[in-house]
């Protein structure tokens, strides 16, 4: 008899989460009393009113003048007599945090070019100027801070936009607008800034080259989309030249009009910037193993270029790239039968990759798309010492594996043409990679573990009605040079596409889009009954009528499908509702990322959001979401589910948050890995958390989260979090997360057709520590670290005998595992990186990466204590690594 689920299951740490939950909240409900920066300036009646009539009435224009009166000095004072002879623009309105009301302080600037740059001067009054903030930092890194910013929709498409913001200390942002109200942070540009404070406030001076911006060769003057916009800390302000609502959704389609520029460079300008890196790795402990040395020095040369074929198109090109200086993924111990997602880190994959965006689910940013750009240079597919290739014993055998596939080559160009089309083309070669395989004699074999393979993808995009409607499309393809054993089980070649559209409507405030895509792999017989048997489909269901396994296929074919739409502008109220479809043959993991196939899923939503102060709130927000799920079998995935959550900022911009999600009992088909489809109970999850002001010497953020399933079934996480600003050069941020969960259905093994469960109790610490120091605004140090521990103990294991039982525990009957499966993981990864930007656009990087880990089979308790002392004390290896790169502009 199967050992009844104990229903008494919450702990003493429920109580206590929530009894610190309340205690934030009430310290949050006392400081809330505590005013906000003011300001000495009060803007008249008068000026109001202008102000307000302005922000609704009109559109904002700049005139800009050429500079005819010698150069210019880039140092933040604008004494120059061609800046004393240009137009004065102004009348900049609150966003944050009293929308629609003119700004706090005054700000003006006046707009200059010549052949070769654009230049911006922006004067920020300040009647405190001894509480101006700027905060030193490394490049592109947000910090609480007063800003000027300055962005320029130099395609004049009303989507997209160039942005190039800086700080009191001289501390540089760069960021490129798409879709209007989306923005890729890792855009970055060469350009120049100069900055000064006086008794008055403070000013900006931008030097922008022309060949930074991207803008038609066309005709002869030039009038661009402009907005200009200044964040004041102290009174947590945004301020807009040209008003940017706060409840709408847009951003680069409310900005003001540049106009006056005329005959303008048409650039093509060709940048190179090759680099040289030399490394030196040690090793802590080689062990037996003849691959692995003391120390390994390497060394590596490449470079990336960039060539500008018209004025609006561009082509980049990287040549052996090497990305040494990027911090390391996070720590993980996956026990599912799916892979984890991994945030793109590298630069040339990163910058400009909106042109390639294409989720596969409602909305735009989810994970799932056509293109995931990792896949691109991924550990390899193939293990060297599989049975297929050596099928005997192969204890006494060593193997030296690539960890990663080398990149030969990329190539991308992007841009955007004056006719509203936008294009996307990138293309990238793997190389075939071999591991080294020694037997116990000393006998080496070259196996190779991954063929020479070929990504590309293409997008194109056009925008019609002053970009409020957009119409594109996109396309993939993977050919793999296979040869004729050692890779059956990959597909020869992987297509996908479709198209996508985008419609704004109703003062844009309501937004439907659509997507239709279509996937076709490929290959031998073997490769596509794997791509049958996958964790994505699981063809081999035994209770999936609609499905059935055909091993003398040589291709597979899918489609997926998405419809979304709804008011997300304006307020109070926002609603969306929206359904995707997968088919089950859809497979796009060649080169993009997909959890699941063989699904249909409709989901509505709705928002009630305020922004006007009340009560002691400063805003708040409510929102509720329903959704069903099943296949095309019908099977129920989903059933109802929902659930509810809340945000409240206070006047002193603490805020707290919340939630509480519901899913109902429904048939789990993917619990098994290819067994039958089992009904698993439903499921209560909330999760709550407490935020302070995040412009303070001191940040404390709390998130905690509770889950119980219909069974008694508890996991918890609480994840505090500090971040510490002890001047204005350095900053420590430090975010343990500790969790404890239990699974009552954690899949083990399959035997002679019975499908083996267990209950596993896990609990996992990490702790993840980021502090930057800043010497210059050019001149930067940043540690990032993770220690990571998990362990997990294995209890009742149980075999599967009717998985559809109404009685939970009738679904399950005893098994003997002799196997012990119990774990301790720990792992720790670390990045100290120094980084000099020496000249405009070339930087010298020094890194000091350690990595070190610790596994224990067969034991399963956690000890903080002991197993942290166990991971520091672990032999651990360090690569010290020296990469410059110089950039030139021809």
């Not at 140092?75 to 609150?94: C, M, R, Y």
């Not at 120049?192 to 008055?200: A, C, F, L, R």
Request: proline content about 5%; glycine content about 10%; charged content about 25%.
């Amino acid at each position: 008899m199967v050992k009844p689920l104990k229903s008494n299951r919450i702990s003493w740490r429920a109580p206590l989460a929530a009894a610190l939950a309340l205690v934030f909240i009430a310290i949050s409900l006392v400081a809330a009393a505590a005013p906000p920066g003011t300001s000495l300036y009060t803007p008249t009646k008068q000026e109001y009113d202008d102000a307000l009539k302005t922000a609704t009435d009109q559109l904002q224009t700049c005139v800009a003048s050429r500079r005819v009166n010698g150069g210019i000095e880039i140092d933040g004072i604008l004494n120059e007599s061609d800046w004393k002879l240009a137009p004065v623009s102004t009348g900049f309105i609150q966003r944050e945090p009293d929308d629609g009301r003119p700004s706090a302080e005054k700000t003006y600037f006046r707009v200059l070019y010549d052949d070769e740059y654009i230049y911006i001067g922006i004067t920020a009054l300040d009647s405190q100027p001894d509480k101006i903030v700027g905060r030193l930092t490394r490049r592109d890194n947000y910090t609480p801070s007063d800003w000027l910013g300055v962005a320029f929709d130099s395609y004049d498409d009303k989507r997209t936009a160039f942005d190039f913001v800086v700080n009191p200390a001289g501390v540089k942002r760069d960021r490129f607008w798409f879709d209007d109200n989306d923005s890729d942070e890792n855009w970055d540009a060469v350009w120049h800034v100069g900055t000064s404070v006086d008794e008055k406030g403070w000013t900006a001076e931008f030097r922008i080259p022309f060949n930074q911006l991207r803008y038609s060769g066309n005709g002869h003057t030039k009038s661009w989309g402009l907005q200009v916009y200044r964040e004041i800390s102290r009174l947590n302000e945004s301020s807009f030249w040209n008003h940017c609502p706060r409840e709408s959704s847009q951003i680069v389609s409310v900005f003001g009009r540049l106009e006056g520029m005329e005959d303008l460079p048409v650039t093509r300008n060709l940048e190179i910037l090759p680099y040289v890196v030399g490394s030196l790795e040690s090793n802590g402990d080689p062990g037996d193993d003849p691959f692995i040395q003391n120390t390994v020095k390497d060394g590596r040369i490449g470079g990336d270029l960039m060539y500008g074929l018209t004025s609006d198109i561009t082509l980049n090109l990287t040549v052996n790239p090497d990305f040494g200086q990027v911090e390391q993924d996070p720590s993980e111990f996956n026990l599912t039968a799916y892979e984890t997602y991994f945030r793109e880190r590298r630069p040339f994959f990163i910058e400009g990759a909106n042109i390639f965006a294409s989720s596969i689910s409602l909305g735009d940013m989810d994970r799932e798309g056509l293109f995931y750009s990792r896949r691109i240079g991924r550990r390899p597919h193939a293990y060297a010492l599989d049975s297929q290739r050596f099928p005997g014993d192969t204890d006494g055998y060593w193997i030296d594996s690539p960890e990663f596939t080398k990149i030969l080559a990329a190539a991308k160009v992007t841009g955007k043409t004056a006719g509203g089309w936008s294009i996307g083309i990138l293309d990238a070669l793997t190389d075939k990679e071999e591991a080294i395989v020694r037997d116990p004699q000393g006998k080496e074999y070259g196996i190779a573990v991954e063929p020479m393979t070929n990504y590309a993808v293409v997008s194109i995009q056009k925008d019609y009605n002053d970009g409020r409607t957009n119409i594109g499309g996109i396309g993939t393809g993977v050919h793999r040079k296979l040869p004729d054993i050692d890779f059956n089980h990959l597909v020869n070649s992987a297509y996908s596409g479709g198209l996508r559209f985008d419609h704004r409507f109703s003062n844009e405030d309501y937004q439907v889009i659509g997507k239709l895509y279509g996937s076709y792999i490929s290959g031998s017989e073997e490769a596509i009954l794997e791509a049958q048997t996958s964790p994505i489909r699981y063809f081999q269901r035994p209770d999936a009528e609609h499905l059935g396994i055909d091993s003398t296929l040589t291709s597979l074919a899918g489609w997926s499908s998405t419809l979304w739409g709804g008011k997300f502008g304006g307020q109070p109220w926002r609603w969306g509702a929206g359904v995707h479809v997968r088919s089950p043959g859809f497979e796009i993991n060649d080169i993009g990322f997909s959890h699941n196939a063989d699904e249909l899923f409709p989901v509505v939503w709705v928002g009630y959001r305020k922004f006007e102060e009340q009560f002691l709130f400063r805003e708040y927000s409510l929102n509720g979401n329903l959704w069903n799920g099943t296949n095309f079998g019908l099977d129920n995935l989903g059933k109802i589910g929902g659930n509810i959550n809340t945000r409240w900022q206070f006047k002193n911009y603490w805020s707290i948050f919340g939630g509480i999600n519901r899913s109902m009992a429904r048939q789990d088909n993917r619990l098994l890995r290819g067994g039958p489809s089992v009904l698993v109970p439903g499921r209560t999850h909330s999760w709550y958390g407490v935020s302070t002001d995040h412009r303070k010497f001191l940040v404390l953020r709390y998130f905690g989260n509770y889950g119980v399933d219909d069974e008694g079934v508890v996991s918890q996480g609480f994840e505090p979090g500090v971040t510490i600003r002890p001047s204005s050069r350095f900053d420590i941020t430090i975010s343990p997360k500790y969790y404890i969960s239990e699974y009552d259905r954690q899949y083990v093994d399959e035997i002679n057709g019975d499908y083996i469960i267990a209950n596993l109790k896990r609990k996992t610490l990490f702790i993840t520590t980021r502090f930057n120091f800043t010497i210059t605004p050019d001149m930067t140090m940043q540690f990032y670290g993770m220690p990571y521990v998990t362990a997990g103990k294995y209890t009742d294991y149980r075999e599967i005998v009717a998985p559809h039982a109404e009685n939970y525990d009738d679904r399950f009957a005893p098994f003997d595992y002799s196997d012990n499966l119990d774990f301790n993981f720990k792992e720790f990864n670390s990045n100290l990186v120094f980084r000099w930007e020496y000249s405009p656009g070339s930087t010298l990087f020094l890194v000091w990466s350690r990595g070190a880990s610790n596994f224990e089979a067969e034991y399963g308790r956690f000890d903080a204590g002991r197993d942290m002392s166990n991971l520091f004390s672990a032999p651990g290896d360090n690569t010290f690594l020296v990469k410059i790169n110089k950039w030139f502009s021809l």
